[in-house]
């Protein structure tokens, strides 16, 4: 887990719950090759880089997961099948199948809940200082998801109870026009952990944003995609 510029000024907080690729040694490569946890399966491509230009551009903190969502997904409730997944776009995890509970609480212990406990306290630490916070959650989607393409470049998931998502929304739409998603390529559901964790017991707006993974693969795609969304996350606080 990295915290980029922990005392941001902007009021943004931008979490990162899928951007890194890392598995403890001990756990070698969970029985997969290295292609796929070069891929999508294994973590938000993009997202590390492009959260910490943003968090630049915008003098904002940006907290990243350093660790893979196949080791545990920070996107999934503690004991959810999901949160320690077996399968993940048709292909087995052999080092997930058949853990004891104990070893399921010991990636929760020593992964999970230390990147939740940062998200947290910089939360705290905001509402201690009397500055307001809007908790933004990053992610990226891989274009072809079990052979379906997927046509938008960046997508806004909510529960039609964000005004900050439907102002950032209607700015994309105003920029993207249909290539950018409301709900899409995911809907906001009972399956999202991090918002509703710190964003619903603080009374707090959030924006959970997801860009197309071939958008910001490689640094000059994240420059880019940073300072148009810098832009878009801008105007909609003001």
């Known amino acids: 887990m990295s915290v980029t510029i922990p005392g941001g000024a902007c009021p943004l907080l931008l979490v990162g719950d899928h951007a890194g690729r890392a598995i403890p040694k001990s756990l070698g490569r969970l029985g997969l090759a290295a292609a796929d946890l ?40 503690p004991g959810a099948a999901a949160a320690i997944p077996e399968m993940s776009d048709g292909v087995a995890i052999p080092g997930n ?50 052979g379906q393409s997927r046509p938008w470049l960046m997508g806004v998931l909510h529960r039609d109870d ?25 809907r906001m559901d009972d399956t999202d952990n991090t918002v509703p964790l710190h964003a619903d017991p603080r009374g707090l707006d959030y924006l959970e944003l997801e860009v197309r993974q071939d958008l910001i693969a490689e640094p000059a795609g994240q420059d880019e995609a940073a300072a148009f969304i810098a832009g878009v996350l801008a105007d909609s606080i003001a």
């Not at 492009?50 to 999934?76: K, M």
């Not at 950032?168 to 709900?183: F, P, S, T, W, Y």
Request: glycine fraction near 6%; charge should be neutral.
């Open 38 to 77: 070069d891929g999508h399966i294994a973590w938000d491509i993009g997202i590390a880089g492009l959260g910490e230009r943003l968090a630049q551009r915008l003098d904002a903190t940006f907290v990243a997961q350093a660790y893979s969502r196949l080791v545990v997904d920070c996107n999934r409730r």
């Open 162 to 186: 964000s005004q900050f998502s439907r102002r950032v929304l209607a700015l994309l739409k105003r920029e993207l026009g249909e290539a950018a998603g409301d709900n899409q390529p995911y």
């Open 97 to 146: 199948v058949g853990l004891t509970p104990e070893a399921a609480a010991a990636r929760r212990d020593e992964i999970y809940q230390p990147y939740q406990d940062a998200i947290a306290e910089a939360l705290d630490r905001r509402a201690r200082q009397g500055r307001p916070a809007l908790l933004v959650s990053l992610h990226s989607f891989t274009p072809v998801m079990q």
